[in-house]
């Protein structure tokens, strides 16, 4: 993964690198997430074993999936030039929910289009961005019902849009022309060439949750909680799901790394719904550490980015590929047969006693 990273760095321009491995503010948070991670270890079971291990998560609109997803991340085609089709395929042939979104340069009918060439029965969730325009927002998630989306996923932690500091340096504030927001096509009252046709909705509160889970069918998760009381209010307004993150460090630069939160959100949840991470998951070890800490699954944001840049398809199925293998590798070394055998109590703080 280290090795894709590299090559993707050596091959993309320079302003579209800064764009996907930067973060806000002074990029403190952006360190921390991975940093978090190396403050753990596990603590192995023994004399547990077993030959077979069954690794699968089951998850909103995603009855048996890899433990591992791949978060969404806009504007695939700014590194690839088959763009978020060939994410599609990568994760549906490694059996891994692909989360796509508001901000994709392929339409998401195609995207989901794209995974059902590499499996029967792909699940693809649809990232929002709710639109300040409610009209807008019920346009955006008819196209995702309609494409065949299996769950959304609304984005809570962007009431206004991070400071990118790399980007405002390098003056990369705008898309590139020749590339468009594709699911914003023909919504009333947008255009889909610029980024100011994803605004932000800096007035949204919890009863647009309401309102937007009244016109679906599909289950709703919700991405970027960080406070327990937060995660307490998204389960008893219908929520389906809650993503632990904090945008990989590109919102505010002064919240804690996004395994820090873990544990307080599962257990103001407590098991009534699943509960995901991601932010610097860049190992199957990360996947264990995560998962015993209360995490159903874990999402990977750049390093599916990496292996798009460098190898396009293949280079995304490298990806989920070591993450699996690593993760059903770690799983056996810790004595564990599933995932629920991975428990709170196999993980320490390094350079303490327990
Ligand atoms: C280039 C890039 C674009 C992103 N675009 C979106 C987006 O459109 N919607 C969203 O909810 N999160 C977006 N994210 C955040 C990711 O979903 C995820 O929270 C983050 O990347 C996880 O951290 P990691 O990159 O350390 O794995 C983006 C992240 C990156 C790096
Ligand atoms: C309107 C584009 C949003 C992309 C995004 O969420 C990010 O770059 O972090």
């Known amino acids: 993964m280290r090795a894709l990273h590299e090559t993707a760095r050596k091959t993309l321009d320079p302003v579209r690198y800064d764009y996907v491995a930067g973060g806000a503010g ?4 952006l360190a921390d997430n991975e940093r ?11 004399l547990r074993g077993s030959g077979t291990r069954d690794t699968s998560a089951a998850l909103p609109g995603a009855p048996r999936t890899a433990p591992v997803l791949v978060a969404p ?16 395929r990568a994760a549906a042939a490694e059996g891994a ?11 998401v009918r195609d995207v989901v289009a794209a995974a059902r060439e590499a499996a029967p029965d792909p699940a693809v969730w649809f990232q929002l961005y709710p ?40 003056g990369f504030t705008d898309l ?5 927001a594709e ?9 889909p060439d610029a980024l100011t046709d994803i605004p932000m909705s800096p007035a949204a509160r919890w009863p647009d949750l309401t309102e937007t889970l009244r016109g679906t069918s599909l289950p709703v998760l919700l991405k970027g909680v960080l406070h327990p009381d937060d995660a307490r209010l998204a389960v008893e307004h219908g929520a389906a799901g809650v993503i632990v993150s904090n945008h990989g460090g590109r919102q505010c630069d002064a919240v804690p790394a996004a395994l820090d939160c873990l544990p307080a959100v599962a257990g103001a949840v407590a098991g009534r719904v699943p509960v995901l991470l991601d932010g610097g998951v860049r190992r199957g070890s990360d996947v264990a550490v995560a998962l015993a800490l209360g995490a159903a699954a874990a999402g990977v944001g750049r390093p599916v980015v990496w292996g798009l840049a460098a190898e396009g398809e293949t ?21 564990g047969r599933r995932n629920a055998d991975l428990t709170a109590d196999m993980v320490v703080r390094k350079g303490g006693t327990w």
């Not at 979104?101 to 392929?106: F, Q, S």
């Open 26 to 29: 002074e990029e403190r948070v």
């Open 36 to 46: 978090a991670f190396d403050r753990y270890a596990l603590l192995p079971r023994v």
């Open 73 to 88: 991340t806009a504007f695939h085609r700014l590194v690839h030039r088959d763009g978020e089709r060939a994410t599609a």
């Open 97 to 107: 929910v692909l989360v796509t979104g508001t901000a994709a340069t392929t339409a």
């Open 131 to 170: 639109h300040p325009r409610r009209e807008v927002t019920a346009a955006l998630v008819r196209r995702a019902e309609d494409a065949g989306c299996t769950a959304l996923v609304v984005t809570v932690d962007s009431p206004v849009f991070g400071r990118h500091t790399r980007d405002l340096r390098n």
């Open 176 to 180: 590139p022309p020749g590339y468009a």
């Open 183 to 191: 699911n914003m096509r023909g919504l009333p009252g947008t255009g």
């Open 315 to 335: 280079g995304v199925r490298r990806v989920l590929a070591a993450l699996r293998e690593e993760y059903d590798h770690t799983l056996a070394l810790c004595g």
